[in-house]
């Protein structure tokens, strides 16, 4: 009966596990906005070959993240002349559907998607590199239900890398940075692609999802626009306050963090920064800035009172109150390049570099150790963020879709 009992336990301690590690990721840095997933049950060290790759497949062009949601991956890419939007089994790659809509899109470099499609209920919604906005049912299809172009509906033209705000939904609304010599951000019915309002702010919009939060009982969006970081009355769209940060091409793309009514963000290229606001019912103003934390795209991992983030490249460990930095690692094996990114599992980061280098770190205000290391992009741009869900860990590259198995203690 004893040794029964003791079965049972670790069945029921195994599952426990499993379910920790399976956690949904319906949206753009997971789904608390936080890049922060359970490290339960992954390994806490690589073997010197890394992980076991599982599977590897194409699936298009482009820089969005990856979402799975009930073990169903849904990427979001651009292939040839069409913005593509493909559910895969998350265990073995079958593609369970796939649809699209023509685009014309292309950048100065090349054509692909940005933003990070949205899961929400029976429904997904994707931004498009050219503004294209689009509602698709989870059951499959192939063709949006709706789809509305934000920039041809509002007069606004295109920012110079594409469109890269991803669809923030509260309710039935969904809000999205738009374009310039127009509103800088719209608010959007999501049954229908009916535009609720347009912002008072004007663009150019920046490339950052926006966040919300709540001030004194006034519901505020945070835009982290191409010019400004700028609060929205959520209900009208009604400017209430402006901070000036620009840098040069005026790509702002790091996500608002937000806690207990203060706000930052960072940029990068020739003046880039880091800003700290203060939120009152006033207004805002600015707590603290310095360059100790110039990212490009990729938002630092709020835990506790410390910033995780990469500089440049560099990886750092930095105070919430103050900028101040903790630490930093200077090794060249750990930097990540300007469009790495990383993410939270425990006290371990998953780091990619642009280069298509994954590392495993084991990281605290103490001190930083790397915990393993392999490549699986031979490339210059890999700007899509890691995710983790049941055990997998899934890699998007400039056109490739990886999984490798990171499980503690299995063989799958």
């Given amino acids: 009966m004893k040794r029964l009992?003791?079965?049972?336990?670790?069945?029921?301690?195994?599952?426990?596990?499993?379910?920790?590690?399976?956690?949904?990721?319906p949206q753009w840095r997971g789904p608390r906005g936080d890049n922060i997933t359970s490290g339960e049950g992954l390994l806490t060290a690589?073997?010197?070959e890394g992980p076991?790759?599982?599977?590897?497949?194409?699936?298009?062009?482009?820089y969005s993240t990856p979402v799975i949601?009930?073990?169903?991956l849904y990427v979001f890419a651009q292939d040839s002349q069409a913005d593509t939007l493909i559910a895969l089994s998350a265990d073995d790659r079958k593609v369970l559907w796939r649809g699209s809509y023509p685009?014309?899109?292309?950048?100065?470099q090349q054509f692909g998607t940005r933003a990070t499609p949205t899961v929400d209920g029976d429904r997904i919604y994707t931004h498009g590199g050219g503004g294209d906005l689009a509602c698709w049912s989870r059951g499959g299809g192939t063709e949006p239900l709706w789809r509305t172009n934000i920039l041809q509906k509002v007069g606004a033209k295109g920012i110079t890398w594409g469109t890269a705000s991803s669809p923030l939904i509260i309710g039935e609304v969904i809000y999205v940075q738009a374009g310039k010599e127009g509103?800088?951000?719209?608010?959007?019915n999501k049954a229908n692609?009916?535009?609720l309002w347009q912002s008072e702010a004007r663009g150019p919009a920046g490339y950052a999802t926006i966040a919300a939060t709540t001030v004194n009982g006034r519901d505020q969006l945070l835009v982290f626009g191409g010019t400004a970081l700028v609060g929205l009355d959520r209900q009208t769209g009604k400017t209430l306050w402006s901070v000036p940060i620009e840098t040069e091409w005026q790509v702002n793309a790091t996500t608002p963090i937000i806690r207990d009514d203060r706000a930052f963000v960072t940029n990068e290229y020739r003046n880039g920064k880091a800003l700290m606001v203060a939120l009152s019912p006033a207004g805002a103003t600015t707590a603290w800035e310095n360059t100790e934390i110039q990212c490009r795209f990729t938002t630092p991992i709020l835990e506790g009172d410390v910033?995780?983030?990469?500089?440049?490249?560099?990886l750092k460990c930095v105070r919430w109150a103050d900028g101040s930095v903790v630490w930093a690692c200077d090794d060249p094996k750990l930097n990540l390049g300007i469009g790495g990114s990383l993410i939270r599992a425990g006290d371990l980061l998953i780091t990619l570099s642009e280069q298509g280098v994954l590392s495993l770190v084991r990281a605290t205000p103490e001190g930083w150790s790397l915990q393993g290391q392999m490549r699986v992009f031979s490339e210059k741009q890999v700007w899509s963020s890691p995710v983790v869900y049941n055990g997998r860990l899934y890699v998007k590259g400039s056109r490739e879709l990886v999984c490798l198995d990171i499980a503690a203690g299995t063989d799958r």
Avoid: N, Q
């Fill in 46 to 48: 690589w073997p010197a």
């Fill in 307 to 314: 910033m995780y983030a990469h500089s440049r490249g560099k």
């Fill in 5 to 25: 009992s003791t079965i049972l336990l670790t069945t029921c301690i195994l599952a426990m596990t499993a379910v920790a590690a399976a956690e949904d990721w």
């Fill in 193 to 195: 692609g009916e535009i």
């Fill in 69 to 72: 949601v009930d073990g169903v």
């Fill in 103 to 108: 685009t014309a899109f292309r950048d100065r």
């Fill in 183 to 188: 509103p800088l951000a719209v608010a959007v």
């Fill in 52 to 62: 076991r790759e599982v599977w590897r497949v194409e699936v298009g062009s482009g």
